[in-house]
Protein backbone atom coordinates (compact mmCIF):
# COMPACT_ATOMS: atom_id res chain seq x y z
CA UNK A 1 0.00 0.00 0.00
CA UNK A 2 1.19 3.60 -0.91
CA UNK A 3 2.51 5.66 1.93
CA UNK A 4 3.82 9.41 3.21
CA UNK A 5 5.11 10.01 6.02
CA UNK A 6 6.34 13.59 6.68
CA UNK A 7 8.95 15.20 9.40
CA UNK A 8 9.26 17.31 11.02
CA UNK A 9 5.68 17.38 12.29
CA UNK A 10 6.07 21.08 13.28
CA UNK A 11 8.80 23.91 12.54
CA UNK A 12 9.86 26.79 13.94
CA UNK A 13 12.44 28.83 12.22
CA UNK A 14 14.02 32.13 12.30
CA UNK A 15 13.46 34.93 9.73
CA UNK A 16 16.64 33.95 7.45
CA UNK A 17 17.02 30.44 9.14
CA UNK A 18 17.54 27.81 6.43
CA UNK A 19 16.11 24.38 6.89
CA UNK A 20 14.52 21.21 5.21
CA UNK A 21 11.10 19.21 5.09
CA UNK A 22 11.71 15.82 4.72
CA UNK A 23 9.09 13.61 2.67
CA UNK A 24 9.46 9.35 2.66
CA UNK A 25 7.66 7.49 0.43
CA UNK A 26 6.40 4.01 -0.38
CA UNK A 27 4.68 3.48 -3.59
CA UNK A 28 4.77 0.45 -6.23
CA UNK A 29 5.42 2.65 -9.08
CA UNK A 30 5.89 6.09 -8.96
CA UNK A 31 3.99 8.52 -11.40
CA UNK A 32 5.09 11.75 -9.65
CA UNK A 33 5.53 13.55 -5.97
CA UNK A 34 4.21 16.53 -5.59
CA UNK A 35 4.37 19.28 -3.05
CA UNK A 36 1.95 21.41 -2.23
CA UNK A 37 1.38 24.77 -0.12
CA UNK A 38 -1.83 25.33 2.47
CA UNK A 39 -2.53 27.84 3.98
CA UNK A 40 -5.25 28.17 7.25
CA UNK A 41 -8.63 27.28 5.86
CA UNK A 42 -7.74 27.25 2.07
CA UNK A 43 -7.11 24.63 -0.49
CA UNK A 44 -3.44 22.95 -1.25
CA UNK A 45 -1.42 25.45 -3.64
CA UNK A 46 0.32 23.64 -5.83
CA UNK A 47 4.12 24.16 -5.69
CA UNK A 48 6.34 21.30 -7.56
CA UNK A 49 5.81 17.91 -9.20
CA UNK A 50 9.17 15.91 -9.14
CA UNK A 51 9.27 12.74 -11.51
CA UNK A 52 12.21 10.56 -11.57
CA UNK A 53 15.32 10.08 -9.17
CA UNK A 54 17.98 12.88 -8.86
CA UNK A 55 15.63 15.80 -10.11
CA UNK A 56 16.14 19.44 -8.43
CA UNK A 57 13.16 22.07 -9.17
CA UNK A 58 13.37 25.85 -7.69
CA UNK A 59 11.13 28.52 -6.62
CA UNK A 60 12.02 31.52 -4.86
CA UNK A 61 13.36 30.20 -1.72
CA UNK A 62 12.09 26.96 -2.11
CA UNK A 63 13.84 24.24 -3.76
CA UNK A 64 12.60 20.50 -4.14
CA UNK A 65 15.18 17.33 -4.57
CA UNK A 66 13.97 13.76 -5.30
CA UNK A 67 15.36 10.24 -4.37
CA UNK A 68 14.21 6.54 -4.76
CA UNK A 69 13.16 6.76 -1.33
CA UNK A 70 12.48 10.44 0.26
CA UNK A 71 12.11 14.04 -1.13
CA UNK A 72 13.46 16.96 0.61
CA UNK A 73 12.16 20.73 0.19
CA UNK A 74 14.90 23.06 1.04
CA UNK A 75 13.98 26.54 2.59
CA UNK A 76 16.49 29.44 2.13
CA UNK A 77 16.45 32.23 3.82
CA UNK A 78 12.51 32.21 4.77
CA UNK A 79 10.71 34.91 5.49
CA UNK A 80 7.31 35.01 7.55
CA UNK A 81 5.18 34.56 4.61
CA UNK A 82 6.89 32.03 4.22
CA UNK A 83 4.58 30.44 7.12
CA UNK A 84 2.36 27.53 6.09
CA UNK A 85 1.71 23.85 6.13
CA UNK A 86 3.74 22.26 3.48
CA UNK A 87 2.10 19.10 1.87
CA UNK A 88 4.20 15.93 0.30
CA UNK A 89 2.01 13.51 -2.37
CA UNK A 90 2.63 10.27 -4.33
CA UNK A 91 0.84 9.32 -7.81
CA UNK A 92 0.81 6.09 -8.26
CA UNK A 93 1.04 4.42 -11.74
CA UNK A 94 -1.72 2.02 -11.22
CA UNK A 95 -4.12 4.62 -8.50
CA UNK A 96 -5.77 6.30 -11.43
CA UNK A 97 -4.54 10.18 -10.64
CA UNK A 98 -4.92 10.37 -7.16
CA UNK A 99 -2.61 11.97 -4.90
CA UNK A 100 -1.97 9.93 -1.03
CA UNK A 101 -0.81 12.57 1.33
CA UNK A 102 1.11 13.05 4.39
CA UNK A 103 0.38 14.59 7.29
CA UNK A 104 2.42 17.70 6.40
CA UNK A 105 4.79 19.98 7.80
CA UNK A 106 3.47 23.26 9.66
CA UNK A 107 6.05 25.88 9.17
CA UNK A 108 6.58 28.86 11.45
CA UNK A 109 8.94 31.77 10.48
CA UNK A 110 9.22 34.41 13.07
CA UNK A 111 10.52 37.61 12.05
CA UNK B 1 -9.69 30.64 -15.62
CA UNK B 2 -11.57 31.13 -11.95
CA UNK B 3 -10.32 27.52 -10.51
CA UNK B 4 -12.25 25.24 -8.68
CA UNK B 5 -15.33 27.00 -6.80
CA UNK B 6 -16.70 25.24 -3.75
CA UNK B 7 -19.96 25.62 -2.08
CA UNK B 8 -20.66 26.30 0.76
CA UNK B 9 -17.87 27.06 2.47
CA UNK B 10 -19.12 26.33 5.75
CA UNK B 11 -21.73 23.94 6.80
CA UNK B 12 -23.20 23.50 10.31
CA UNK B 13 -25.57 20.87 11.02
CA UNK B 14 -27.01 18.64 13.63
CA UNK B 15 -26.13 14.84 13.99
CA UNK B 16 -28.54 12.86 11.95
CA UNK B 17 -29.38 15.31 9.31
CA UNK B 18 -28.39 14.89 5.70
CA UNK B 19 -25.83 17.71 3.67
CA UNK B 20 -24.99 18.20 0.25
CA UNK B 21 -21.79 19.93 -1.12
CA UNK B 22 -20.93 21.05 -4.74
CA UNK B 23 -18.16 21.77 -6.79
CA UNK B 24 -17.56 23.32 -9.50
CA UNK B 25 -14.27 22.16 -11.76
CA UNK B 26 -11.96 23.87 -13.79
CA UNK B 27 -13.73 24.34 -16.97
CA UNK B 28 -12.61 21.41 -19.52
CA UNK B 29 -10.96 19.59 -16.84
CA UNK B 30 -12.20 15.90 -16.82
CA UNK B 31 -10.76 14.48 -13.55
CA UNK B 32 -12.72 15.45 -10.71
CA UNK B 33 -11.72 14.25 -6.93
CA UNK B 34 -12.92 14.91 -2.99
CA UNK B 35 -11.04 14.97 -0.24
CA UNK B 36 -11.90 14.75 3.41
CA UNK B 37 -8.92 16.78 5.46
CA UNK B 38 -9.34 16.90 9.39
CA UNK B 39 -7.15 19.36 11.53
CA UNK B 40 -3.42 18.40 11.72
CA UNK B 41 -3.83 15.85 8.93
CA UNK B 42 -3.36 15.80 5.07
CA UNK B 43 -6.25 15.23 2.46
CA UNK B 44 -7.60 11.68 2.53
CA UNK B 45 -9.23 10.64 -0.83
CA UNK B 46 -12.39 9.74 -1.11
CA UNK B 47 -13.50 9.54 -4.66
CA UNK B 48 -12.84 10.45 -7.94
CA UNK B 49 -14.53 10.89 -11.82
CA UNK B 50 -13.20 10.77 -14.98
CA UNK B 51 -15.65 12.79 -16.91
CA UNK B 52 -19.56 11.37 -15.17
CA UNK B 53 -18.44 8.07 -14.77
CA UNK B 54 -17.32 7.06 -11.09
CA UNK B 55 -13.74 5.43 -11.34
CA UNK B 56 -13.00 4.78 -8.02
CA UNK B 57 -13.94 4.77 -4.30
CA UNK B 58 -11.88 4.59 -0.72
CA UNK B 59 -12.47 1.43 1.35
CA UNK B 60 -13.00 4.10 4.27
CA UNK B 61 -16.20 6.09 2.78
CA UNK B 62 -18.93 4.92 4.65
CA UNK B 63 -22.47 3.76 2.60
CA UNK B 64 -23.64 7.28 4.23
CA UNK B 65 -21.46 9.11 1.47
CA UNK B 66 -22.36 8.96 -2.38
CA UNK B 67 -21.21 11.08 -5.11
CA UNK B 68 -22.58 12.28 -8.52
CA UNK B 69 -21.34 14.23 -11.17
CA UNK B 70 -23.97 14.24 -13.87
CA UNK B 71 -22.66 15.26 -17.38
CA UNK B 72 -19.14 15.31 -16.28
CA UNK B 73 -19.42 18.93 -15.61
CA UNK B 74 -20.24 20.08 -11.35
CA UNK B 75 -20.14 17.13 -8.82
CA UNK B 76 -22.31 16.77 -5.38
CA UNK B 77 -21.24 15.32 -2.60
CA UNK B 78 -23.66 13.74 -0.20
CA UNK B 79 -23.91 12.23 3.60
CA UNK B 80 -26.62 11.02 5.11
CA UNK B 81 -27.40 10.73 9.13
CA UNK B 82 -24.29 13.07 9.55
CA UNK B 83 -22.27 12.10 12.61
CA UNK B 84 -20.04 13.88 14.85
CA UNK B 85 -17.29 12.42 13.16
CA UNK B 86 -17.75 13.65 10.01
CA UNK B 87 -16.97 16.83 10.87
CA UNK B 88 -13.83 17.84 8.81
CA UNK B 89 -12.78 20.00 5.71
CA UNK B 90 -13.95 18.71 2.44
CA UNK B 91 -12.10 19.14 -0.52
CA UNK B 92 -12.46 19.24 -4.19
CA UNK B 93 -9.73 19.34 -7.33
CA UNK B 94 -9.59 18.87 -10.37
CA UNK B 95 -6.96 17.86 -13.06
CA UNK B 96 -6.58 18.39 -17.05
CA UNK B 97 -5.34 15.01 -17.47
CA UNK B 98 -4.25 11.69 -15.82
CA UNK B 99 -0.61 12.73 -14.59
CA UNK B 100 -0.92 16.12 -13.84
CA UNK B 101 -0.86 18.03 -11.22
CA UNK B 102 -4.40 18.56 -9.17
CA UNK B 103 -6.34 22.11 -8.34
CA UNK B 104 -7.83 22.29 -5.33
CA UNK B 105 -10.89 24.40 -4.63
CA UNK B 106 -10.97 26.05 -0.89
CA UNK B 107 -13.13 23.47 0.70
CA UNK B 108 -16.17 23.36 2.35
CA UNK B 109 -16.24 22.80 6.38
CA UNK B 110 -18.61 20.95 8.15
CA UNK B 111 -19.23 20.96 11.55
CA UNK B 112 -21.97 18.59 12.63
CA UNK B 113 -22.87 19.40 16.17
Known amino acids: EDQVTQSPEALRLQEGESSSLNCSYTVSGLRGLFWYRQDPGKGPEFLFT???AGEEKEKERLKATLTKKESFLHITAPKPEDSATYLCAVQDNNQGGKLIFGQGTELSVKP | DTGVSQDPRHKITKRGQNVTFRCDPI?????LYWYRQTLGQGPEFLTYFQNEAQLEKSRLLSDRFSAERPKGSFSTLEIQRTEQGDSAMYLC???????????FGSGTQLSVL
Open chain 2, 93 to 103: ASSPHLGEKLF
Open chain 2, 27 to 31: SEHNR
Open chain 1, 50 to 52: LYS
